[in-house]
């Protein structure tokens, strides 16, 4: 089974409004974080990440949360606008160290619908 | 963009045939990641290829297969090709690894 998942598959919010997607993850070893948006016909999109060693980071409009202690991760976007509409993932990433590599694995999807 | 090209666009193939699919790397990124997209899925992480070498795998079965060029660009192979490999490829390249970029993929369908 997969170690990320996420709370709601489908999130529809009114323009302007602020949107919450939420994300859980069960690999307590897991260090960095990688919230990325997927646009229909097209790959998934860098948005946002945060290391393990953070609870809080913020960018353009949007904001991510961790909480180590419930393995919960959030991603506020401010204002959401029409052009947020998208699939939106949340991926956790560890090293391991036999293959001397990241590992990048992506939980389902939350479906952002914007609502003009 | 993220300066991460992949082709085909597209891709029809039979049962049982063989599909190659090929990936151009970020410039300076010397990691390239497969990786397999179920319709209405996550991706899921197909292999890991650094400085040319396989050096991370995920569950998939030795069909897979790929390479990686020394001027970074890489390829996916997939033998004997069954009705549930259908899905969109994305190739992710990135420094070690650790932050990817993503190309918009190859959607194969497997009649």
């Known amino acids: 089974g997969e170690s990320v998942g996420l709370h709601l598959p489908t999130l529809s919010v009114q323009e302007g409004d602020n949107s919450i997607i939420n994300c859980a993850y069960s690999n307590s070893a897991s260090d960095y974080f990688i919230w990325y948006k997927q646009e229909s016909g097209k790959g998934p999109q860098f948005i946002i990440d945060i290391r393990s060693n953070m609870d809080k980071r913020q960018g353009q409009r949007v904001t991510v949360l961790l909480n180590k202690t419930v393995k919960h991760l959030s991603l506020q976007i401010a204002a959401t606008q029409p052009g947020d509409s998208a699939v939106y993932f949340c991926a956790e990433t560890y090293y391991y160290s036999g293959a001397g590599s990241y590992q990048l694995t992506f939980g389902k999807g939350t479906k952002l619908s914007v609502i003009p | 963009e993220t300066g991460v090209t992949q082709s085909p666009t597209h891709l029809i193939k039979t049962r049982g045939q063989q599909v190659t699919l090929r990936c151009s790397s970020q410039s300076g990124h010397n990691t390239v990641s497969w990786y397999q997209q179920a319709l209405g899925q996550g991706p899921q992480f197909i292999f890991q290829?650094?400085?040319?070498?396989?050096?991370g795998r995920g569950n998939f079965p030795p069909r897979f297969s790929g390479l990686q060029f020394p001027n970074y660009s890489s390829e996916l192979n997939v033998n004997a090709l069954e009705l549930d490999d259908s899905a969109l490829y994305l190739c992710a390249s990135g420094d070690r690894g650790e932050k990817l970029f993503f190309g918009s993929g190859t959607q194969l369908s497997v009649l």
């Open positions: 290829y650094y400085r040319e070498e396989e050096n």
